[in-house]
T-cell receptor, first 111, second 113 residues
């Protein structure tokens, strides 16, 4: 059974810092991995989708990497801003099934 | 192109009642998935519908059921509500295929008293 964990559970940083969020999954047989952002009480916004054949994806200040063999992904956020404050969720897609989500990392960026 | 919409936004029910949640998929998408997100946790997969047929189900009891209509909109029905059913219910649509991303709606917040 696929399980996804995320470290740290919560993170508080001053504005301008670069930071890394970690995601681990137990079964390397995945179609893809996706990072989402969720604001309090809201739905999910897709940030980056990495297919199983890819190593990384970049969008603006965000960079996500995937190491399937070790069951790990990282989300790098450069020059963090208060508007980046949210919960970041990592989700993997095992085979053709739907996403298996981690519990999320709650990020606070202080002005 | 319209995004995924869900209704209602909030709902309060009492234990034992039944509830129906609705989702309109993004234009051009034929696949709808439903997730339950308890407070402080990641979403849990309930089931998926593809072209009006159930196409996969998570670890949820039969009192969670669904429908997909010819226009690919969908309903989630929950019978005999329990206190633990209180959660944010998220709907996601996609054009099918395991390599396609899913686009999520804003969710319906259900509170069971």
């Amino acid at each position: 059974k696929q399980e996804v964990t995320q470290i740290p559970a919560a993170l508080s940083v001053p504005e301008g810092e670069n930071l890394v969020l970690n995601c681990s999954f137990t079964d390397s047989a995945i179609y893809n991995l996706q990072w989402f952002r969720q604001d309090p009480g809201k739905g999910l916004t897709s940030l980056l989708l990495i297919q199983s054949s890819q190593r990384e994806q970049t969008s603006g200040r965000l960079n996500a990497s995937l190491d399937k063999s070790s069951g790990r992904s990282t989300l790098y956020i450069a020059a963090s801003q208060p508007g980046d404050s949210a919960t970041y969720l990592c989700a993997v897609r095992p085979g053709g099934q739907n996403f298996v989500f981690g519990p999320g990392t709650r990020l606070s960026v202080l002005p | 192109e319209t995004g995924v919409t869900q209704s209602p936004t909030h709902l309060i029910k009492t234990r034992g009642q039944q509830v129906t949640l609705r989702c309109s998929s993004q234009s051009g998408h034929n696949t709808v998935s439903w997730y339950q997100q308890a407070l402080g946790q990641g979403p849990q997969f309930i089931f998926q519908y593809y072209r009006e047929e159930e196409n996969g189900r998570g670890n949820f009891p039969p009192r969670f059921s669904g429908l997909q209509f010819p226009n690919y909109s969908s309903e989630l029905n929950v019978n005999a509500l329990e206190l633990d059913d209180s959660a944010l219910y998220l709907c996601a649509s996609s054009s099918g295929g395991a390599q396609e991303t899913q686009y999520f709606g804003p969710g319906t917040r259900l509170l069971v008293l």
